[in-house]
């Protein structure tokens, strides 16, 4: 099995900024695309940012240029630098790893439990 734990998420003001942190665990032969998803309240789960395994990212208009994605393959981690928060991005916020657990297995998605993050003043 695989396991993604994230860590980092808070209540933080206006224009504030906070780390969130995810790593991965467990049987694991390689990863591949890792990102960040959030979900609000009564809304579906939307994507943040992806960072392929050599480092290509993507992320949603309304965070470009306020946050950031990285990963180190040496150490299975992905993490979200999040800067001028504003309260539209509050939700929780999930981790997302495609995983393969063999060299010649089905590549899965994996998600970690979740991060709440709340922009308040």
């Known amino acids: 099995q695989v396991q993604l734990v994230e860590s980092g998420g808070g209540l933080v003001q206006p224009g504030g900024s906070l780390r969130l942190s995810c790593a991965a665990s467990?049987?694991?032969?390689?990863?591949?695309?890792m990102g960040w998803y959030r979900q609000a309240p009564g809304n579906q789960r939307d994507l943040v940012a992806t960072?392929?395994?050599?480092?290509?990212?993507n992320y949603v208009d309304s965070v470009k240029g306020r946050f950031t994605i990285s990963r180190d393959n040496a150490k299975n981690t992905v993490t979200l630098q999040m800067n001028s928060l504003k309260p539209e991005d509050t939700a929780v916020y999930y981790c997302?790893?495609?995983?393969?657990?063999?060299?010649?297995?089905?590549?899965?998605?994996?998600w970690g439990q979740g991060t709440q993050v709340t922009v308040s003043s």
């Open positions: 997302n790893a495609q995983v393969s657990q063999t060299p010649t297995a089905t590549t899965l998605a994996y």
């Open positions: 960072v392929t395994r050599d480092g290509r990212t």
């Open positions: 467990g049987n694991i032969f390689r990863l591949y695309a």
